[in-house]
């Protein structure tokens, strides 16, 4: 589900314009159309379970190690409330 710039890796922001969802490189500009939002949807329903668990990592620090694997996995959660956020603003346009 999460996904990075083929160019330089960087994670891929999602931002709306003009009614379309885009997935944005903010370090080299990359821009990539999400077409449909129904795979992504789906994350969003488990993204309050992971929240939690963040939580339990930032608290224990049980996991010291591969400490890049483990940012790229926040890095992924931040990116799935990121969406929740967007898709809330969306619902609430639908509904005005
Ligand atoms: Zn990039």
Not at 2 to 14: D, M, N, Q, T
Not at 18 to 23: H, P
Not at 50 to 57: F, L, N, P
Not at 58 to 82: G, W
Request: proline share 2%; hydrophobic share 30%; with cysteine.
């Amino acid at each position: 589900m999460v996904e990075f710039c083929p160019k330089c890796e960087a994670l891929l922001i999602p931002i709306k314009d003009k009614g379309k969802t885009y997935l944005v490189c903010r370090l080299c500009g990359y821009r990539k159309e999400i077409r449909s939002s129904e795979g992504y949807k789906s994350v969003l329903k488990v993204s309050e379970e992971k929240r939690s668990k963040i939580t339990v990592m930032e608290e224990t620090r049980e996991i010291s190690r591969e400490d890049r694997e483990r940012a790229k996995e926040l890095m992924q959660e931040y990116y799935e409330v990121f969406l929740e956020t967007m898709e809330t603003e969306e619902q609430q346009e639908v509904s005005d």
